[in-house]
């Protein structure tokens, strides 16, 4: 039998067709997620997605030796995003991407109704731009939208209903609108009274578990193959951890356009240094367990925006990523061109959190060459996510040797070497194609009686260890205690002051 997942991303979207119970991939196709620029900022092109979405699963499906035998489709997407869909089923407003900042005006309305601590004790997260809520209320202002007449579905959510005609939302995915009470696993009426949104939100599919069949009109389309079931997956990150294995209390690197820090917990952090850390909390989508999750809202895409600027297409850039790869066992090279590049093309992320922060980049001369550059990059993401593991293992109190890492850095022997470098930990890369896919192929199967456990699949993981290179690892433990944080800090400061000083202005 066979299970089909999707993945909802940033960049691309993804279709992957898995056999079951052995979980291998027999084919998949993928393309660049549809966005455009507006007047206020970047959207996701949601009906140009769903096109091109459905016309790819019906030519994997037509192809498909035994297409009868495939049992269900399930979807994992980026978080904060989605759309309002109204009573005639129409998608109303753009779906606004999860990183564009328009929504920050409505700020001022959330922190009028509840402080940081009341938002907090509720949700498990900061207020914040990026979550559904400010888009919501952005979409209101803007659009004039009854919200008593429309529902809000997360990407995934909507990809779920398009497919099936049938509107739920999930666990994981609501942990990131903001309006989710994470103690009671169901949607806020305080927060929901608040805001006029307490007919906006719809009831909960498990993680995972089957809640609909193919629409007539899809299933016509594919011919007479049987009844496929649809699930929602949850968020990219929490389904590309099935994939990985990760278990409670371990840690896992997701890197793709955005870099998250994900650890599995029993129970949810509310107190007042898990927030003043800008930590977000959540629920897994699997074995009743929660999350803190951190991300790095510029990883992948710091990559683009440097083959972007340089002119730097993909057959230079891996030839600069093998140059440079060579030129780590050279320690003389390393301390001659160190340079700090604080990489808030997209402002910064916890453990100080300011969307309006700025990427600094130290150590620029004139002779400074594209490879150059490129390496001071990859350090910069480094110390970043050392700034932030850091802060998470202090408030969690625990320490993790092995750090596990899937997504974009799993295939970049350099990325993964300096990971092992500057964070002083061993780095197990884990080589899983399409990790979110089959994450969520995994869950599925699972919570649907496909496959009796997932444990069993642990020792099929490829993996490969990078380990620090002790004299690399002093010397770049200078460079984060001697550059990085003071820049780091003295940078946060002064943008820190700019905010409150445009805001007294106003």
């Known amino acids: 039998m066979y299970s089909i997942g999707i993945d909802i991303g940033t960049t ?10 052995a979980l291998n991939l027999i084919t998949s196709y993928s393309f660049v997620t549809p966005k455009h620029t507006s007047q206020y900022g970047d959207d996701f092109d949601v009906i140009a997605l769903y096109t091109q979405l459905e016309q790819g699963l019906i030519n994997l499906i037509t192809q498909l030796k035994h297409a009868d035998r495939i049992k269900n ?291 620029f001369n004139e002779n400074t060459r594209k490879q150059d550059a490129l390496l001071t990059l990859f350090q910069g993401l480094c110390f970043e996510l050392r700034n932030t593991l850091e802060s998470v293992e202090q408030l969690t109190e625990s320490y993790h040797p092995i750090i596990k890492v899937i997504g974009a850095a799993s295939k970049n022997p350099l990325w993964l070497q300096l990971k092992a470098d500057i964070l002083g930990r061993e780095i197990l890369s884990c080589n899983i194609p399409e990790a979110v896919c089959k994450g969520a192929v995994m869950l599925a199967a699972k919570q649907n009686g496909y496959i009796e456990q997932l444990d069993c699949y642990d020792g099929e993981i490829d993996t490969q260890s990078y380990k620090p290179n002790q004299q690399l690892k002093q010397h770049y433990d200078q460079i984060y205690q001697h550059y990085y944080k003071p820049i780091f800090d003295l940078k946060m400061k002064i943008e820190l002051c700019d905010k409150e000083g445009r805001l007294n202005e106003r």
């Open 73 to 363: 489709i399930v979807i994992a997407s980026v978080g904060e995003s989605g759309v309002l869909i109204d009573q005639d089923q129409h998608v109303v407003g753009p779906a606004i991407t999860w990183y564009d900042t328009r929504t920050k005006v409505n700020l001022a309305q959330v922190s009028k109704q509840f402080s940081q601590d009341e938002i907090y004790a509720i949700t498990g997260i900061p207020i914040h731009s990026n979550y559904s809520l400010t888009k919501i209320l952005w979409l209101k202002d803007n659009y004039q939208i009854d919200l008593t007449r429309v529902k809000w579905l997360c990407m995934a959510e909507f990809i779920a209903y398009r497919l099936s005609g049938e509107q739920r939302a999930e666990l994981s995915l609501a942990s990131r609108t903001l309006v989710l009470d994470l103690k009671r696993h169901q949607w806020s009426e305080k927060i929901q009274t608040a805001f006029g949104l307490n007919q906006v939100f719809v009831k909960f599919a498990q993680s995972g578990r089957n809640f609909a069949t193919l629409n007539r009109d899809l299933a016509a389309k594919l011919g007479a193959i049987g009844q496929i079931e649809v699930a929602i997956g949850g968020h990219d990150h929490m389904c590309g951890s099935i994939a990985a294995g990760l278990k409670e209390r371990e840690i896992l690197n997701s890197t793709g356009t955005t870099e998250g820090l994900l650890l599995l917990m029993k129970d949810a952090n509310f107190s007042q240094p898990f927030l003043r850390a800008n930590l977000s909390n959540g629920v897994y989508v699997f074995d009743d367990l929660n999350t803190l999750y951190t991300s790095l809202p510029a990883a992948g895409y710091c990559i683009e925006w440097f083959k972007k600027t340089f002119a730097v297409d993909n057959q230079l850039f891996i030839s600069l990523l093998d140059e440079l790869t060579s030129k780590l066992i050279d320690i003389e090279y390393i301390k001659s061109h160190q340079s700090v590049f604080i990489p808030h093309l997209r402002g910064s992320g916890p453990p100080q959190r300011n969307i309006a922060a700025q990427a600094l980049w130290y150590g």
């Open 12 to 21: 691309n979207c993804k279709i992957c067709i898995f056999e079951l119970p």
